[in-house]
């Protein structure tokens, strides 16, 4: 019989239809040749790579899933392969994707009005906009319901202030999707770049993300008209669920990052030569590369039924939780081990492992920590919420 695909030890991918097949090939050629080649200079000297911003979206990539207005509406499967494809050149790079899809042409798409859609879709589609999501907040990401920023009406207006942080994309956004208690409950608004009141400051000090944007929103007293509200919105449900969206690409990501990881180690492990034989020679290191793969292997094979569930439109939001949770906890595991085997090497920007390994200490915590994702599965066992 002919060798199995390390990456694909179950041949999952033989069971992509021929467009998931030509996505996942270009995606793949891109990242092998423009993302690549400049990525680990990027996380270096904190810089997100802005000029690949343009191919991106002409890849169709931006707002993928969406209907109309520009966006190649294309299956979950699809994006979760763009997800994965993006995230093994850098969890960064897919963050950008992810926020500008589905945080912000997302709720945009769900819950805009036509004026908005018209106005902002095309332009995120083709990257000559940039959005952001702006819902947590300095005193706490894990509980939205005790948010602090607030929008009031005034005449036609509505006036906003608060604070946002750790919001990816802000300083780069010409548009913030914001999200604010009204006296009507919580409701989503348009927040453009230049508005006065509206400052979005670049978060300097990370160790991870570091070829991403993120940034602090601050709000005050900003006015925008009331053309400004999405009108679709219903409650801190609206953001959720779009968020909802956002983790479940991630699971898939974090795949990619793992692949990324396996296939680094098993170059490395065998060239590189100890006591007279390869590294991958020794049962040991075959044993820990075997269960790396045993790894990725599951959680590959959750992605893909998280899509298949998806595009039937059966996916519940406990089995997006379940994905995210799983998925990024292996990535995370596998990326650790990953930078430990090859030894003083891991800790080089020349190699992967460990950019992948500080990304994902960002991954793990975004989009609902390990503790809230297994409170969510939890209650789903019990009945009781625990939060
Ligand atoms: C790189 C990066 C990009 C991000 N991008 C965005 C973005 O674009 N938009 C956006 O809105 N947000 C974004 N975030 C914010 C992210 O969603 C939050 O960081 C996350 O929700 C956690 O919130 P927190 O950091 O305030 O931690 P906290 O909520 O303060 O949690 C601290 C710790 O307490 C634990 N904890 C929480 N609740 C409980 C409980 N009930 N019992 C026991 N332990 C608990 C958590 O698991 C965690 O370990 C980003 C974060 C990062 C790092």
Redesign the pocket.
Known sequence: MDPLDPLDLFDVDSTLDPDQRLVRDTVRRFVDDKVLPIIGECFARHRFPAELVPEIASLGLLGSSLEGYGCAGLDAVCYGLICRELERGDSGLR?FVS?QSS?TMYPIHAFGSDEQKDRWLPALARGDAIG?????E??????PANMKTHARRDSGDYVLNGA???????TIADVAVVWARTEDGVRGFLVERGTPGFDAPEIED?L??RA?V?SSLFLNDVRVPGGNLLPGVTGLDSALRCLNEARYGIAWGAVGAAHACLAELLDYTSSRVLFGRPLSHTQSIQLRLADIARRITTAQLLAFRLGRLKDEGRLHPTQVSLGKWNNVRMALDVARDAREMLGAAGISAEHCAIRHMLNLE?VI????????HG?VVAKELTGVG??
Do not use: R
């Not at 952001?132 to 947590?136: D, K």
């Not at 300095?138 to 509980?143: E, L, M, R």
């Not at 915590?365 to 809230?372: C, D, P, Q, S």
């Open positions: 963050s926020v945080l952001c999501f702006g819902l947590t300095p005193h706490g990401g894990s509980d946002k942080m750790w919001i990816t994309n802000g990370k991870s993300m991403s993120t960002s915590t975004y989009e609902g920590t390990e503790t809230v409170l625990a939060f």
